[in-house]
């Protein structure tokens, strides 16, 4: 594949849908797929009139779970992007909704560098380098997890795909294809970690978020 080609994109209106006006389906590769439908211009509630323009809402709504933070800030730019894009002066004190739901569960990047090092005359790939090692070269390898993905398991991490790397030896030494493969495989299983991380602490902060009341958040701001 062309390194300025596209993955497969698919996009597709959906018809049946209940209590909406118009909907669509968007794909690139399988693992990022969404639905998305509007309605509008319909009455709006008091709260959300405005005298001289339409008012526009916009949810993202994740595969399972409830709206967290990620979806609430994809909702702010879509909704920006709907503002610049639709006449809303001309359907004052009305509202046009959006909802968008994923189809799909979000697939997050982990990038994780290795270095060459020499030992003696044997040079070994790691990912934790001493400060008085010897490097030899060295490079960065992305990997991009999601339970949609059909690539290799590594232990509680979903699967993942090789998305970006960069390998090379120092000046005056070189490589060949299996130490490659070994510098890739060194880097997938740090990047599996590094996910585990990732989401060990999201879970910690949900569970923080979940035990504090309003009130108690309230107060940490205000200090």
Not at 22 to 34: E, I, K, L, T, V
Not at 93 to 117: D, H, K, M
Not at 170 to 175: I, M
Request: include cysteine; aromatic fraction near 4%.
């Amino acid at each position: 594949m062309s390194s300025t080609a596209l993955r497969l994109i698919s996009i597709s209106c959906e018809e049946g849908l209940d209590g909406v006006d118009g909907s669509a389906r968007f794909s690139f590769r399988p693992s990022c797929s969404a639905l998305a439908s509007v309605s509008g211009p319909i009455a709006a509630r008091l709260a959300a009139e405005h005298p001289a323009r339409a008012t526009v809402e916009v949810h993202v709504r994740p595969l399972s779970s409830v709206p967290g933070t990620a979806e609430k800030s994809r909702g702010m730019a879509i909704r920006e992007i709907v503002e610049r894009s639709c006449l809303l002066a001309q359907h004052p004190r009305t509202l046009i909704q959006v909802v968008v739901q994923a189809l799909t569960n979000p697939t997050p990047v982990c990038a994780v560098s290795v270095g060459r090092v020499k030992k003696g005359s044997v040079v070994s790939v790691e990912v934790d380098i001493a400060d008085d090692a010897v490097l030899e070269g060295g490079g960065c390898f992305a990997f991009l997890f999601g339970f949609a993905l059909s690539g290799p398991i590594k232990g509680s991490a979903p699967p993942c795909e090789d998305v970006w790397s960069t390998y090379s030896a120092r000046l005056g030494s070189s490589f060949d294809q299996a130490e490659l493969v070994r510098a890739r495989e060194v880097a997938r299983e740090a990047a599996a970690e590094v996910w585990q991380c990732m989401k060990n602490s999201i879970r910690h902060q949900k569970m923080i978020g979940e035990t504090q009341s309003p009130e108690e958040v309230v107060v940490k701001m205000e200090i």
